[in-house]
């Protein structure tokens, strides 16, 4: 998990994983029949899934020679549950809400503030991972690439708090996660902490959606085995995306987020027939592509290109 080649296979088959759940769940919204406007059945479905994918987390973890180690401790508790809360609840919770009154463009541009957070939380709170100047251009490369790829976007919309502000505070509690993953890693086991922060975390979801009116009716087989891969899908790249952070920077990993939108374009247009392979998609991953490059070759030395962080 720290080889430069193993650690972008495995962070880049993780937002494949997770690109695969824009269509993924657009296709479970029909199977359950979950109208556009009805948040509260949208956090029951994503509480659903996320807490199937905690259970498949630990269940993958009594079968290592580790398994003593996703024991549930005392000491464990208030560490996994913060996690949890900015990671899992907060952050759907928010995100839910706020992608309802903005376009889709709009919000697939607003994830990359999740890149550029966790790089500038990391730097604020690890000094073994300083913001460089090569880091902030690699950032704003892949921001630019997200930029490119949604050109013929509507962004007629202006600023509102309740969609884009929402969104954005998605991205920062996703960010904030991050960090908190990587403070928390002492003496805890990835798949222990991965595991319990999406257990705990979906339950919440569910019974805030439960609260808010919501309800979830399984019409046939086809909305377990969608809810089943969503699980699989979201436990499988939260297990890995925890131990990349593990073992690496925080900058190193996060800024690999900004590959999600370019793969849920390219899975939303495979899915639905259209071309993926225009001009403006593949600049975009060429300019995420050299971002994230550009942020994981920085040299680890101190050197006059540093900024501090405050």
């Avoid at 309802?100 to 697939?108: A, F, L, P």
């Avoid at 699980?231 to 990349?244: C, D, K």
Wanted: hydrophobic content about 50%; some cysteine; glycine content about 10%.
């Amino acid at each position: 998990m720290t080889h430069p080649l193993c650690t972008a296979a495995v962070a880049v088959f993780c937002t494949i994983l997770w690109g695969t759940a824009f269509p993924c769940i657009k296709i479970g919204y029909e199977l359950f029949r979950i109208e556009s406007g009805d948040i509260p059945s949208k956090l029951i479905f994503a509480g659903g899934r996320f807490f199937l994918a905690g259970i498949i987390v630990l269940l993958c973890g009594l079968l290592t020679r580790d398994r003593h180690r996703i024991h549930l401790r005392r000491k464990d508790m208030a560490p996994i549950l913060v996690l949890s809360f900015f990671q899992t609840f907060m952050q759907y919770l928010l995100l839910y809400i706020g992608i309802v009154h903005i376009t889709g463009t709009k919000s697939s541009l607003l994830t990359s503030v999740a890149a550029f957070g966790s790089v500038l939380l990391s730097a604020a709170v690890f000094r073994s991972d300083r913001l460089t100047l090569k880091k902030t251009v690699g950032c704003i490369i892949g921001v630019i690439g997200i930029l490119v790829m949604n050109l013929n976007g509507d962004q007629s919309a202006g600023f509102t708090l309740t969609g884009d502000g929402l969104v954005i505070l998605s991205n920062l509690s996703g960010a904030a996660g991050n960090v908190i993953s990587k403070k928390i890693a002492d003496d805890r086991s990835p798949v222990q902490i991965a595991g319990w922060q999406l257990s705990f975390g979906g339950p919440a979801l569910i019974l805030t959606g439960w609260v808010l009116g919501g309800r979830l009716t399984f019409y046939d087989s086809n909305c377990w085995l969608m809810l089943l891969y969503l699980a699989a899908m979201a436990g499988i790249a939260f297990m890995l995306w925890t131990m990349l952070l593990f073992y690496n920077d925080v900058s190193r990993i996060a800024v690999y987020n900004l590959l999600i939108p370019v793969f849920g374009t390219m899975w939303s247009g495979i899915f639905l027939g259209e071309n993926i392979f225009t001009p403006e998609n593949i600049l975009s991953l060429l300019l995420v592509c050299s971002g994230i490059f550009l942020v994981n070759f920085t040299s680890r030395r101190t050197d006059t290109n540093e900024i501090t962080a405050s």
